[in-house]
């Protein structure tokens, strides 16, 4: 019998983390077996692994991990979508197609078993086709960071050239954003701490940046960059008192996108501008499986490259979620197979 290699916890912390042998799994019907290639970290799984508020709740021992790129090995009875060979991305909503989320819908590497392993069973609705464009490690950070920024200025925020965006630091998500915003013809600004991240967001076609660390009241900045209009669309990835921020950079009827946590599970903005204002102020948690399809299109369409930061190899997980909590520019990718 064939074995693999797979991430297992089986108590909260890092140092919990160990690799173990197990045997390579069997699709049944309607599943594929995926040989994992590549799987992107996301700030989730930091506190996944320590027991958290996304972690808190699942049944250990576990493997964690939400977002893979792969290739089909085995396809099980009934498998239609699918052939030996194809190259896949996971959905990071397994059992949401479209439309509003199922009750019954699952994360992987949450509710159900994740994909830090050399090889993974999915159900094949649950996965979609890859970019013909990317490289795989580039395309696994497409289910989560990437599909948050499309769910938040596509999906549901109809972004349209003539308007402003801000993207909060250069994160996986905020980094597709700007991507995402520029292909669309909006202006974007980008506030995070210290020149030469800015430098770097710049290159990636930001229209303005804002040094927070120089600069807190990055909210009157960004006003004045827009005429004294204000924002169309904020990227609230920070939370905490930031969201009063993000509200006072915002023109009448804008829209705020509850997208982060940087800075606490609790988030706090005054009422009467609030009212005044008018604002729209959305939670987006990921998305579905058509919104994959789509972004998967508009990728190869525009020949966007994600940004990876750094890619780690599999042994070597611990040291590429070190670097995800020190924070990264874009993504960081852990290399499975080849």
Same mark, same amino acid.
Not at 23 to 37: F, L
Not at 76 to 95: I, K, N, P, Q
Not at 220 to 235: I, K, L, N, S, Y
């Given at each position: ?78 498998? @239609? ?12 909503? *397994? ?43 580039? *395309? ?43 292909? &669309? ?47 169309? &669309? ?45 604002? @729209? ?6 998305? &579905? ?50």
């Amino acid at each position: 019998m064939r074995t693999m290699s797979k991430w297992v916890l089986r108590d909260h912390g890092v140092q919990h983390l160990k690799l173990e042998e197990t045997a390579v799994p069997a699709p049944g019907i309607g599943e594929i077996v995926v040989r994992v290639a590549a799987v992107s970290l996301n700030y989730r799984d930091l506190g996944f692994i320590a027991g958290g508020e996304s972690g808190a709740q699942a049944s250990l021992p576990v493997t964690p991990g939400s977002d893979l790129a792969g290739i089909v090995v085995a396809a099980g009875a009934g498998v @239609t979508r699918f052939s030996e060979g194809d190259e896949v991305l996971g959905t990071f909503w *397994a059992g949401w197609i479209d439309g509003e989320c199922p009750p019954e819908a699952g994360v992987l590497g949450g509710s159900l078993p994740g994909v830090l392993a050399q090889y993974v069973v999915l159900n094949e609705a649950w996965a979609v086709r890859a970019p013909r464009t990317l490289s795989l490690a580039e *395309a696994s950070t497409l289910p989560c960071a990437g599909l948050t920024a499309w769910f938040a200025l596509v999906e549901k925020g109809a972004v349209h050239a003539g308007q402003t965006v801000v993207m909060q630091g250069t994160g996986g998500v905020a980094l597709f954003g700007l991507q995402l915003a520029r292909a &669309h013809g909006a202006q974007v600004i980008v506030t995070s701490s210290g020149a030469a991240k800015l430098r770097r967001v710049s290159e990636l076609g930001a229209t303005h940046g804002i040094d927070r660390s120089a600069t807190p009241d990055w909210d009157r900045v960004a006003r004045e960059m827009t005429g004294g209009r204000g924002v169309d &669309h904020v990227f609230e990835l920070a939370g905490g008192d930031n969201l009063g921020a993000s509200l006072r950079a915002l023109r009448q009827g804008g829209r705020i996108s509850l997208i982060g946590t940087l800075d606490g599970y609790s988030m706090s903005l005054p009422s009467i501008p609030s009212f005044i204002g008018r604002p @729209t102020i959305q939670g987006i948690g990921v998305g &579905h499986r058509r919104a994959v399809e789509d972004l998967v299109r508009a990728v190869d369409a525009l020949g966007l490259k994600p940004v990876v930061d750094t890619v780690y190899p599999f042994d070597e997980l611990p040291a590429a979620l070190a670097h995800v909590e020190r924070g990264a520019f874009g993504k960081v990718v852990v290399k499975v197979g080849g």
